[in-house]
Structure formats: structure tokens, C-alpha cells
């Protein structure tokens, strides 16, 4: 898939628009889904797709601009997560350690 990817940058920017705009995705989900970097995606939809497809553009940045604020709201609530198995691993631990003293007694 990626040979074709690289052979028409037009067609490839329109695919890329209209996959961000359908699917509400960042320019890292696209990346990872057509196996291709961020910054040929980027250059792509908001670059080279102005000048294919402007409507398409539009919709994009709209997208793209959605995505950009609520960056770090997405930033958060991975921390949030993180944070979270970290203490039920703890959590996890102390209550296995606990178990064993009991069996131990």
C-alpha cells in the first residue's frame, strides 16, 4: 500500500483529508494507519490539499484545529490514567504482601 501512497501526492492528500475529516483523526492516527510519516501527513492536508481540494482543506483545518485544542485535555487524561494503574499496581502489591503475612501467621 505504501508504494502507491508515494506515487501520486495528490490523490494521497485528498485520501488523507477525507479519512481526518470522516474519522475526527490527528495527523499522528492517519500516520499510523497508512504507515507513513506525521510529516508528510501534515504536509499533505495542510499544504498540498489547499491547492487540490479547498472545500476538503477546509474541513480539515476545521478537524485539525478541534484536535489542537483539545491536545492537551487528551494530555491529561493519559496522565490521569497512568497514574492510576500505577497505584493499582501498588495497591495490587501491598494486598498480595498483606496475603502473605496472613498465610505466614
Do not use: W
Amino acid at each position: 500500500m505504501n508504494e502507491k501512497l508515494f506515487s501520486d501526492f495528490h490523490e494521497r492528500a485528498v485520501m488523507f483529508g477525507e479519512y481526518i475529516v470522516e474519522n475526527k483523526s490527528t495527523v499522528r492516527a492517519v500516520a499510523k494507519q497508512f504507515g507513513i510519516s506525521k510529516s508528510t501527513v501534515h504536509k499533505d492536508v495542510s499544504e498540498r490539499l489547499e491547492k487540490i481540494q479547498p472545500a476538503l482543506y477546509m474541513a480539515v483545518k476545521e478537524v485539525l484545529e478541534m484536535n489542537k485544542k483539545e491536545r492537551h485535555i487528551r494530555g491529561g487524561m493519559a496522565t490521569k490514567l497512568k497514574y492510576e494503574q500505577i497505584a493499582l499496581k501498588k495497591k495490587k502489591c501491598f494486598l498480595a504482601k498483606r496475603s502473605d503475612k496472613k498465610q505466614k501467621s
